[in-house]
């Protein structure tokens, strides 16, 4: 699991933004946005219609139909994995690791505690996502593209409390050598 | 069966493009938020700017589904900011966790499962907490040119040219390709090679190499813009944007009114209406975009044609200082030559045999006013003013793509005898 320094990406930033900004006008051509965020609460939620169906027949989430279906974003989902895992195997980029290069830089102690910060993080994360009705992909990428109201709030409200909470837990930025391609 | 289908394409080319980006690689994701590698940043910003055209584009054709989250604004400032939180943490949204997850890092399976407890607890919290907060401040799926009751258009342009901003004020932060560029250009490699006493390379010959890369890059740019220029010009016709009269498609070709030419063939000709309402806050003539296409054309010839120069000067100067990437620039000069025969205008000279991306106003507004035939009238129309101009922009991809090999492996290249020299 050592870390000889952060990949390169295999395209620039411009035709990476590109590339992305494509993918969604696609998606958004063919069906809708590509947020999953919602499918972790639709997992959660058929799960807890299988062991508590009294609970879930008065919850007024997970009663409603549409947070709790199946549909064309679990699908997504689905094919996200797929995709993810075959172009990093295709490109050579799949490789097991657990701690990053930022997080080696800060703290000295052992791998654990960024998994433990990976679990508190992922919390946060589907959390937020629930709260404000979509997560990254959902409320600032389609937000955007889009121009919704709801973007301008999430997208101050994400960067504020992102670019305080990185400078708290990694206060320290690898050496040039180790950042660079 | 096609809702899956769909689905599953969606996501795989989602997920591949997320991980062909670097947006996989939290390192990166934690550099943007710390301010010190921009490369997540710059490609969120242009992704974010090239899916508000391309959505834009797809209003105008009527062929978008919006997907507008509601504006509870307290719910999504707290919500955003649990996000950033996790964020900040990680290095992982919900989507990119996945993605990584799947590319083998062990830190995303584990906030992967943290995610599934994340919304098991907002599961358990919504009934107490969230519909209570939800009805503060909340404006409803609603968007911002909704709001303001203005044209999307209002919005569109100050947001580009924020993110364009955002993109120059970024410019130094280092995009992760700006180290071994960096090295060069600030003679460390250069000084490396000269004390190798490498008699092969000429230092000469790379900053060649950086005055080459700085004026196809910034030509490729202009290239782009105008190509989106045109295009655009040509859906606002299309859909019924641009105001066209009989008389201004007769004055631009001949000279004279539709009164004067009477009869001719094209005054029987079944003509079609607009096909959107005005989305316009203003009012656009044939005449005022007639210039505009004029302007925009020339900037197309004379931009490519430079492009296709720098690119020979680049190769010729790659074999003369054996700088490398010979196979990369040698395809970026052939596919620039090559666009520049799809963008001339070899309609006005070879037709109806031959025919280029470059328009002239008469012909699309012609084109754009009259009835098509058939299907088969409708897709050669198409491929005229879109299918021709979406291949050009291909080949320009490839051939700045190209380029862009070329240069990192004249600088690796460079790199790597310095390294050795060390």
């Known amino acids: 699991m050592n870390e000889p320094g952060i990949q390169t990406p295999p395209v620039p930033w411009w035709t990476a933004g590109i590339l992305l900004g494509l993918v969604q006008v696609l998606a958004i051509a063919l069906a809708t946005s590509l947020d999953v965020s919602d499918q972790f609460v639709a997992v959660d939620a058929r799960t807890l219609e299988h062991?508590?169906?009294?609970?879930?027949?008065?919850?007024?989430?997970?009663?409603?139909?549409?947070?709790?279906?199946?549909?064309?974003?679990?699908?997504?989902?689905?094919?996200?994995?797929?995709?993810?895992?075959?172009?990093?195997?295709?490109?050579?980029?799949?490789?097991?690791?657990?701690?990053?290069?930022?997080?080696?830089?800060?703290?000295?102690?052992?791998?654990?505690?960024?998994?433990?910060?990976?679990?508190?993080?992922?919390?946060?994360?589907?959390?937020?996502?629930?709260?404000?009705?979509?997560?990254?992909?959902?409320?600032?990428?389609?937000?955007?593209?889009?121009?919704?109201?709801?973007?301008?709030?999430?997208?101050?409200?994400?960067?504020?409390?992102?670019?305080?909470?990185?400078?708290?837990?990694?206060?320290?930025?690898?050496?040039?050598?180790?950042?660079?391609? | 069966m096609a809702i899956p289908f769909v689905g599953i394409i969606i996501g795989a080319i989602f997920g591949a493009s997320l991980v062909l980006t670097g947006l996989t690689d939290p390192d990166r994701i934690i550099g943007s938020l710390r301010l010190k590698d921009f490369h997540a940043l710059r490609t969120v910003i242009v992704s974010v700017l090239v899916a508000m055209l391309g959505v834009w584009l797809l209003g105008l054709g009527g062929a978008d589904?919006?997907?507008?989250?509601?504006?509870?604004?307290?719910?999504v400032l707290i919500g955003g900011a649990l996000v950033g939180i996790g964020l900040g943490l990680t290095g992982f949204s919900p989507t990119t966790g996945l993605a990584c997850a799947a590319s083998g890092r062990i830190d995303a399976l584990v906030a992967v499962i943290g995610m599934f407890f994340g919304a098991h607890v907002y599961i358990l919290t919504y009934p107490a907490i969230v519909p209570r907060l939800e009805k503060v401040l909340n404006y409803g799926q609603v968007t911002l040119p909704q709001l303001t009751g203005t044209s999307q258009?209002?919005?569109?342009?100050?947001?580009?040219?924020?993110?364009?901003?955002?993109?120059?004020?970024?410019?130094?932060?280092?995009?992760?390709?700006?180290?071994?560029?960096?090295?060069?250009?600030?003679?460390?490699?250069?000084?490396?090679?000269?004390?190798?006493?490498?008699?092969?390379?000429?230092?000469?010959?790379?900053?060649?190499?950086?005055?080459?890369?700085?004026?196809?890059?910034?030509?490729?740019?202009?290239?782009?813009?105008?190509?989106?220029?045109?295009?655009?010009?040509?859906?606002?016709?299309?859909?019924?944007?641009?105001?066209?009269?009989?008389?201004?498609?007769?004055?631009?070709?001949?000279?004279?009114?539709?009164?004067?030419?009477?009869?001719?063939?094209?005054?029987?000709?079944?003509?079609?209406?607009?096909?959107?309402?005005?989305?316009?806050?203003?009012?656009?003539?044939?005449?005022?975009?007639?210039?505009v296409i004029h302007a925009v054309n020339t900037i197309l010839v004379f931009a490519c044609v430079l492009y296709c120069l720098t690119a020979y000067m680049a190769l010729s100067v790659s074999i003369r200082n054996r700088l490398g990437g010979l196979t990369h620039i040698s395809r970026t000069f052939y596919f620039s030559v090559l666009a520049l025969i799809l963008l001339l205008p070899w309609q006005i000279v070879l037709a109806p045999v031959g025919v280029g991306t470059i328009y002239t106003p008469h012909e699309m507004?012609?084109?754009?006013?009259?009835?098509?035939?058939?299907?088969?009238?409708?897709?050669?129309?198409?491929?005229?003013?879109?299918?021709?101009?979406?291949?050009?922009?291909?080949?320009?991809?490839?051939?700045?793509?190209?380029?862009?090999?070329?240069?990192?492996?004249?600088?690796?290249?460079?790199?790597?005898?310095?390294?050795?020299?060390?």
Request: hydrophobic share 45%.
């Open chain 2, 153 to 291: 258009i209002i919005w569109i342009a100050p947001v580009f040219a924020a993110g364009l901003v955002a993109l120059v004020l970024t410019r130094r932060g280092g995009s992760g390709y700006s180290e071994p560029r960096a090295k060069t250009e600030n003679l460390g490699l250069s000084e490396g090679i000269a004390a190798a006493g490498s008699p092969a390379i000429a230092t000469d010959g790379l900053h060649a190499v950086s005055v080459f890369r700085l004026w196809k890059n910034s030509l490729f740019v202009v290239l782009v813009l105008a190509l989106v220029c045109l295009q655009a010009i040509f859906w606002l016709t299309n859909t019924g944007q641009v105001q066209i009269s009989r008389d201004d498609v007769s004055s631009i070709s001949t000279g004279q009114t539709a009164a004067e030419e009477q009869p001719s063939g094209s005054a029987t000709m079944p003509t079609r209406g607009p096909v959107l309402p005005a989305l316009l806050p203003f009012d656009l003539t044939l005449k005022q975009i007639t210039l």
């Open chain 2, 365 to 422: 507004a012609k084109s754009c006013t009259t009835l098509a035939a058939g299907t088969y009238e409708t897709v050669l129309f198409y491929l005229r003013f879109s299918g021709i101009w979406a291949a050009v922009c291909l080949v320009l991809t490839i051939a700045q793509w190209r380029s862009f090999r070329w240069t990192k492996t004249v600088l690796l290249k460079y790199e790597d005898t310095g390294r050795h020299i060390g």
């Open chain 1, 51 to 181: 062991l508590a169906p009294e609970y879930a027949q008065n919850h007024p989430l997970i009663s409603d139909e549409e947070h709790n279906r199946f549909g064309y974003a679990s699908w997504v989902g689905v094919g996200l994995v797929l995709g993810a895992c075959l172009a990093a195997l295709h490109l050579r980029m799949w490789k097991v690791r657990a701690a990053t290069i930022w997080w080696q830089q800060s703290h000295e102690g052992p791998v654990v505690l960024r998994l433990i910060a990976g679990f508190g993080g992922g919390v946060c994360l589907l959390l937020g996502a629930g709260l404000a009705g979509g997560g990254i992909t959902g409320q600032f990428s389609t937000g955007w593209a889009q121009l919704s109201l709801s973007a301008v709030p999430f997208t101050a409200a994400v960067f504020g409390a992102g670019m305080l909470v990185a400078y708290l837990v990694y206060p320290k930025a690898p050496p040039r050598n180790k950042r660079g391609p």
């Open chain 2, 65 to 75: 589904h919006p997907d507008i989250k509601p504006a509870a604004i307290l719910t």
